[in-house]
């Protein structure tokens, strides 16, 4: 068998056929190569749409900062509007002092603040307002301070809170 392999008649072929089985093993190499690179591209294609999708989320969402500064009608109608959805009567407020916009130190931000007092409210009146401000009219409670009222005792029915906020809305105006 070693005189067949290496006779001059049969060298040829006997190369070619080695030379084949070393290109189909580097053939396969690739071909395992460029599976995987086909696998990597699957998936980066897949986060991409998982980014895109988020994007487009995120771009329905409201700004967490206005573009403008409220006035004074603007906050106060803002206010009773969460008041009303919260079921706080008017004459529970007792007061609205908006103030100046200031700049944030070297920021292109603002921070626009109110005071605000309520009267007697319940805990879940109070929590539900702040909530409303926040999410509709992007007023945050900066500052909050809750006491009880300096009236009499109460037996029957919730607990009722006199509150002292400030509400700051942010805005980018560079």
């Not at 294609?45 to 004074?72: D, R």
């Not at 300096?150 to 006199?162: A, F, K, L, M, T």
């Amino acid at each position: 068998m070693k005189k067949y392999l290496v006779s001059k008649e049969n060298r040829v072929p006997v190369l070619l056929a080695i030379g084949l089985l070393i290109l189909m093993f580097w053939l396969y190499g690739e071909l395992g190569r460029f599976r995987r690179e086909a696998i990597s591209a699957a998936t980066n294609a897949e986060a991409c749409k998982i980014f895109s999708q988020k994007i487009i989320e995120l771009k329905k969402k409201p700004e967490l900062i206005s573009g403008k500064m409220s006035s004074t009608a603007q906050i106060a109608q803002s206010v009773e509007s969460a008041m009303q959805e919260a079921g706080i009567t008017s004459d529970k407020l007792v007061r609205i002092e908006p103030r100046t916009a200031k700049r944030i130190e070297k920021t292109p931000f603002l921070e626009q603040q109110s005071h605000l007092e309520l009267r007697e409210v319940t805990m879940e009146q109070l929590i539900r307002f702040l909530h409303l401000l926040e999410t509709k009219s992007r007023l945050e409670a900066t500052d909050l301070r809750v006491h009880a009222p300096h009236s009499g005792v109460r037996d029957s029915g919730p607990e009722i809170w006199n509150a002292e906020l400030v509400l700051t809305n942010t805005i980018y105006l560079p």
